[in-house]
């Protein structure tokens, strides 16, 4: 290795976005485009009765309207889910079609019903509020709990009791032993609420069909083109994958909610074919608000077992899952799969059994957001677990020394077997706390708090240490719970003839810097300099079949077949270079940008081994010119990061608001690359769970109609809000892939949220509040405030 | 209607529609992407940008109500390639990861900065509360704005 990696090298992909020269979806047009706008439902749950396009279709400027019916007639249906579970008994998991536009019922606000294309945006504005459309409204189901009694009303015909799957996880046996045993039962009853992911650049689209070639093009807000493009071809519109091109070009921002291949996309793109135009459509923000999948929304209760000696026995939990008013992609694994097998935490819990229904509502979709069913996890275990050791009266941190798993580093010592299905690949979690309590300077933080009582003031420290599974994932594994897709990702590396290299990745880059940290990798490989090194991502065209960019797993699964691209390059170069030299290749090593004859000064530089692969005058026998390589890289296990973090809050006793004093961090995942892009990626991460703790969440009413959908009634964290975090970390490398590396994008959003709860409930440890809803909003806290009173 | 504004220093004149927005204005009929739209309730700040020296959200104005006004949008703040030191500051602090508000960002530090010299992290905070970001937690580009101060 050379000297780039651990490096905090300046972002290269910075000038571009600071002189406003990215280049988003919104910001492409096509010559002779049209644009769309669609005609959603303002109810949640309504018959349609009909759809009269007749006033609209006839405005100047109007080329054409769509209705559910059209696209019924086609055959087109929507987009699917991407992963089976099914139910307890051994049923298939109930799979509602999710038609692109509504034919015969509508089941939330904003359910698309017509698609209007013009000449311009304004004119079709004009004419979706020219379609007249009759509704029969019904009673609508918000609360997943409530929806799966006997006479709700039901969002599916053919989903009974609006349960999609019923499932479990772990022994329930051992567990109900646990709890029987008990000495002392730790129990909390939860609305996990609601989130709306909100990445400042709302979805779009902009479509075009070739008919010289029978060919798609679809620029798109996407975190993953390329399995939009298998959705797409191979399911919503049944077209041959060839003839469609998915380009996602820079993309503002993700935290899950562009994952998903949604209806909108595919309906421009089937009507750009009809039309036999370009057809633009960019979502405002209301629409970003009623249509981008939302995050959480567990009802749950849960209980921690624990013996007379201060150990943990037992967890035991049971959630209602919300999955919205329809499937989307990975809708049934993230309650499940992603969140379930998370409940050990980092304790030796002997027993642990979860318990999840998930369930159908008239809300807006719900899938990943930014942690995707691990921040519900690390929510539920670290809230119980602080809980119980305040109940009975000893340090939360100390109480999760005596109860975590011992440091174990995956080549010494195994992996860590869990109850909930998953091997732990290394972990110390005692190295992250003890690291944190020191930088918080624990001891001092407690005097304070002290200090800050007897002045009248309301001062809380709360903990939140988590372990989490990312870098998703060995598909053989995923396949075996029901994924419908492989998790492998893809890189290739093309060296030039003048030894620059150009990368070509699956992985999508939408903030997280790929564009640097992967530069990094292969510039400090080949001992080159980074403006050497350029990387291309988002182009179905252009880059292999990789899965993209979620669940933390660019670097440690994109990453990975990147170096496995590197070695073939170094490999083949070294033969070469071997060729070159007059000797074997195994007598050559490669360091700072020269393959070396081991004890020698002989030597050949990298440049002037690609210059040989393409200009093979003086060449080894039966070598292939050329050095260009792509791999494919499947990971054996997940990645397994994990930290501790403390807040530190102050709340006004007069208003309830909640400040955050300190927050102090303390993350490890595993060798790093950049500081720099890791630090920024771990205060964006805090900085969403702290918005959840405190700020955010979807307000539905009973009739459906979600209250906050915008801007300025949902409240996104803003600068004043956020304190400054305090960010350090420990390194423990992953035993099993080739960088040692796990992930961080998620992590801040999995650590904060308990956190943050957690130092107010001990803020208000005086006023006998063991509990408080999420958000934490001064009403709701000066309310348990003066209730306590 | 003829609306006639100078953008980045060049005159232009357009007629538009009058329920155009200013931000609409700029993208579609000048070209001028760099500045973004988040949302639809002046709440986000991505479309901010300079009009007479002020920094308004380019969202809650008509394009014609800006006849003969001087506008800066991001596009304007480098010189000759160069960033300016404020552009700078966000790149040396890492204060943007997938750039969307990052127009927005520039343009309010540059009016505090204006105004406040030397502004301590509080004012850095509540002259940028509205403009959203979602990838950093605020806490490099709070940075960013104090490195740009001791620049400036």
Known sequence: MGDLIGKSVKRVEDNRFLKGEGKYTDDFNMQHQTFAVYVRSPHAHANLVSVDISAAKAMAGVISVFTGKDIKDAGIVGSICGWQVDFKNGDTMKEPGHPILAFDKVRHVGDAVALVIAEDLGTAVDAASAVEVNYEVLDAIVDPKAAVQDGAPQVHDDVPNNTIFDWELGNKEETDAAFENAHHITELSYHNQKIVPNAIEPRAALAHFDSNDDKYTLYTTSQNPHLARLIIAAFVLSIPEHKLRVIAPDVGGGFGSKIFTYNDECGV?????????????????????????????????????????????????????SLGAYLSNFSTCIPTWLHGTLMQGLYTTP????????????????????????????????????????????????????????PFDGVEQEGYQTQVALQYDSGNYEGALKKVLKNANYEKLKEERAAARSDGKLMGIGFSTYVEACGIAPSAVVGSLGARVGLYDAASIRVHPTGKV???????????????????????????????????????????????????????????????????????????????????????????????????????????????????????????????????????????????????????????????????????????????????????????????????????????????????????????????????????????????????????????????????????????????????????????????? | MKVSMTVNGTAYEHDVEPRVLLVQH???????????????????????????????????????????????????????????????????????????????????????????????????????????????????????????????
């Not at chain 1, 633009?280 to 959480?296: P, Q, S, V």
């Not at chain 1, 995707?372 to 690390?378: K, L, N, Q, Y």
């Not at chain 1, 305040?390 to 941190?397: N, Y």
């Open chain 1, 502 to 789: 150009t990368i070509f990745v699956g992985a999508h880059s939408h903030g997280q810097g790929h564009e640097t940290t992967f530069a990094q990798i292969v510039a400090d490989s080949f001992g080159i300099g980074m403006d050497d090194v350029d990387v291309l991502h988002g182009d179905t065209e252009k880059v292999p079949f990789g899965m993209g960019t979620y669940g933390s797993r660019s670097l440690a699964v994109c990453g990975s077949a990147i170096m496995k691209s590197i070695d073939k390059v170094k490999e083949k170069g070294a033969r070469i270079a071997a060729h070159k030299l007059e000797c074997n290749p195994e007598d050559l090593e490669f360091a700072n940008g020269s393959w070396n004859v081991k004890g020698t000064e002989k030597s050949v530089g990298f440049g002037d081994v690609a210059l040989t692969a393409y200009v093979p005058h003086d060449y080894p026998v039966n070598e292939e010119p050329g050095l260009d390589f792509a791999s494919f890289y499947d990971p054996t296990n997940f990645v397994y990061p994990f930290g501790a973090h403390i807040c530190v809050v102050e709340i006004d006793k007069d208003t309830g608001e909640v400040n955050i004093v300190r927050y102090i961090a303390v993350d490890d995942a595993g060798n790093i690359i950049n500081p720099m892009i890791v630090e920024g990626q771990v205060h964006g991460g805090i900085a969403h769970g702290i918005g959840q703790a405190l700020y955010e969440g979807a307000l539905y009413d009973d009739s459906g109609q979600l209250l906050n959908a915008s801007m300025l009634d949902y409240c996104i964290p803003r600068a004043d809000n956020m304190p400054f975090f305090e960010t350090d970390h420990t390194i423990t490398p992953c035993p099993h892939n080739p960088l040692g590396v796990k992930g961080i994008g998620e992590a801040g959003t999995i650590a904060s949220t308990p956190a943050v709860v957690n130092a107010v409930m001990d803020a208000l440890t005086d006023y006998g509040v063991k509990d408080l809803q999420m958000p934490l909003t001064p009403q709701r806290v000066w309310a348990a405030m003066q209730q306590a009173k």
């Open chain 2, 26 to 152: 700029l993208r579609d009929n000048m070209g001028l992407t760099g500045t973004h739209v988040g949302c639809d309730t002046s709440s986000c700040g991505a479309c901010t940008i300079l009009v007479n020296g002020e920094t308004v959200k380019s969202c809650t104005l008509l394009a014609v109500q800006c006849e003969g006004a001087e506008i800066k949008t991001i596009e304007g703040m480098a010189t000759n390639g160069e960033l300016h030191p404020i552009q700078e500051s966000f790149r040396e602090k890492h204060g943007l990861q997938c750039g969307f508000c990052t127009p927005g960002m520039v343009m309010s530090s540059w009016q505090l900065l204006d105004r406040n010299p030397k502004p301590s992290e509080h004012e850095i905070r509540h002259a940028i509360e509205g403009n959203f970001c979602r990838c950093t937690g605020y806490h490099n580009i709070v940075k960013a704005v104090q490195d740009a101060a001791t620049k400036l």
């Open chain 1, 351 to 406: 027993a642990v059994h979860v318990d999840v229904t998930g369930v159908v509502t008239n809300t807006v979709p719900v899938d990943a957001v930014r942690g995707a069913g691990r921040p519900e996890a690390s929510f539920c275990v670290e809230r119980l677990v602080e809980t119980a050791a305040r109940e009975i009266g000893m340090d939360p941190a100390e109480f999760r020394l005596k109860n975590f798993i011992p």
């Open chain 1, 269 to 321: 793109l089937w009507a750009s074919k009809q039309i036999g135009r370009p057809v633009k459509w960019t979502a405002d923000r209301t629409e970003a608000f009623l249509t981008d999948c939302h995050g959480r929304d567990h009802v749950t209760d849960a209980k921690l077992a624990l013996d007379a000696e201060g150990n943990i026995t037992g967890l035991r939990t049971k959630t209602y899952a």
